[in-house]
């Protein structure tokens, strides 16, 4: 008995400080980007856009989620965390590190329809800039962008 009030303190200890925190992985992000483009084959964009903002679990998980670009215009149509830039088209503004990874996305969705994209961006669950790759998938003019930030 006393063995087993240990174990629980500790699991709860741990639980607690954040040790068994869900850490995000690339497998994570392409799941989440290719239930992304299902829903939109079954229901269309603005349903997905609906998703998306209203920070539905199944693609906003702390800090991993999807959002939403168009791949002509690459105006961001949808952003869970930063509602801010929807309908912005930020293609050319760089990260903190001067790359135009936005552009890089865009480009790599036209030329190959999928594939991962690095640069730093501001992690929603502690406000700091971070390393973060990003896995895209174009699906119906739309791209789908499912990221984890580097630890």
Same mark, same amino acid.
């Given at each position: 008995?006393?063995?087993?009030?240990?174990?629980?303190?500790?699991?709860?200890?741990?639980?607690?400080?954040?040790?068994?925190?869900?850490?995000?992985?690339?497998?994570?992000?392409?799941?989440?980007?290719?239930?992304?483009?299902?829903?939109?084959?079954?229901?269309?964009?603005?349903?997905?856009?609906?998703?998306? *903002?209203? &920070?539905?679990?199944?693609?906003?998980?702390?800090? +991993?989620? /999807? =959002?939403?670009?168009?791949?002509?215009? !690459? %105006?961001?149509?949808?952003?869970?965390?930063?509602?801010?830039?929807?309908?912005?088209?930020?293609?050319?503004?760089?990260?903190?590190?001067?790359?135009?990874?936005?552009?890089?996305?865009?480009?790599?969705?036209?030329?190959?329809?999928?594939?991962?994209?690095?640069?730093?961006?501001?992690?929603?669950? *502690?406000? &700091?800039?971070?390393?973060?790759?990003?896995?895209? +998938?174009? /699906? =119906?003019?739309?791209?789908?962008?499912? !990221? %984890?930030?580097?630890?």
């Amino acid at each position: 008995m006393k063995l087993l009030a240990t174990a629980t303190a500790l699991c709860l200890g741990l639980a607690c400080s954040g040790a068994l925190a869900f850490e995000p992985t690339e497998k994570d992000a392409i799941a989440m980007a290719e239930r992304g483009a299902a829903l939109i084959k079954a229901k269309g964009k603005d349903e997905m856009m609906k998703r998306i *903002n209203a &920070k539905d679990p199944d693609f906003v998980q702390g800090e +991993l989620y /999807v =959002d939403l670009r168009d791949v002509k215009t !690459g %105006i961001v149509l949808a952003h869970p965390y930063n509602p801010s830039i929807v309908g912005k088209d930020l293609t050319d503004v760089p990260d903190a590190n001067g790359k135009k990874y936005r552009r890089e996305i865009i480009e790599l969705a036209a030329a190959k329809g999928k594939g991962w994209v690095d640069y730093q961006y501001k992690n929603p669950t *502690n406000g &700091k800039i971070e390393p973060k790759t990003t896995y895209i +998938l174009l /699906v =119906d003019g739309v791209i789908l962008e499912a !990221g %984890i930030y580097k630890k």
